[in-house]
């Protein structure tokens, strides 16, 4: 299996800019999470989904944020407007419904807003 | 609020030196915990998941435990090698729910 796919891995953008990020879980698996990871705040999860339903958006920061799960084998995390406090490593991770519930990371998307 | 505390936020140690790092969590309600690795610039590695029925797990010369009641969880590295430098997180969660992740110990092991 490829495993978690992100994309794209790098993004600098200016401030009030569109940013769309893009994942694709490994197949078969039921959750899909994004994170977001900072030197100050380390790991926060922004949403999870179970079966392509957003179950919890709580960490979402602000409206300016928003995610769907179109199908079982896509997700994206849109912010618009972007700010410079945006900037961050976004995470993607996958995991099973059952068994060790391990969870399964993507190689991050990076993003920078000037 | 749940939290995972992970100490020391650091650690330096020659190469073979045998150390444990350190999770501490709030909730003793907990699902699974687990111990990754991240790389600079990588993304997040799974080492270890212990249920909460378990009480540790093994991997090579790595081992966790885990001990509920005192919501505590260690990750004990054997005859450590340069290789290992790198930052390990633990995490846990509740069932059904995500995993609420530490700030991680950062693990530099000198040749």
Not at chain 1, 63 to 91: C, H
Request: negative net charge; proline residues 5%.
């Amino acid at each position: 299996d490829a495993g978690v796919i992100q994309s794209p891995r790098h993004e600098v953008t200016e401030m009030g800019q569109e940013v769309t990020l893009r994942c694709k879980p490994i197949s078969g698996h039921d959750y899909l999470f994004w994170y977001r990871q900072t030197m100050m705040r380390g790991l926060e999860l922004l949403i999870y989904f179970n079966n392509n339903v957003p179950i919890d958006d709580s960490g979402m920061p602000e409206d300016r944020f928003s995610a769907k799960m179109p199908n079982a084998s896509f997700s994206t995390l849109k912010i618009q407007p972007s700010e410079p406090r945006d900037s961050a490593v976004y995470f993607c991770a996958s995991r099973l419904a059952g068994g060790f519930g391990e969870l399964f990371f993507g190689e991050g998307s990076r993003l920078t807003v000037l | 609020k749940q939290e995972v505390t992970q100490i020391p936020a650091a650690l330096s140690v020659p190469e073979g030196e045998n150390l444990v790092l350190n999770c501490s969590f709030t909730d003793s309600a907990i699902y699974n915990l687990q111990w990754f690795r991240q790389d600079p610039g990588k993304g997040l590695t799974s080492l270890l998941l212990i249920q909460s029925s378990q009480r540790e797990q093994t991997s090579g010369r790595l081992n966790a435990s885990l001990d509920k009641s005192s919501g505590r969880s260690t990750l004990y590295i054997a005859a450590s090698q340069p290789g290992d430098s790198a930052t390990y997180l633990c995490a846990f969660n509740q069932a059904g729910t995500a995993l609420i992740f530490g700030k991680g110990t950062t693990l530099s092991v000198s040749s």
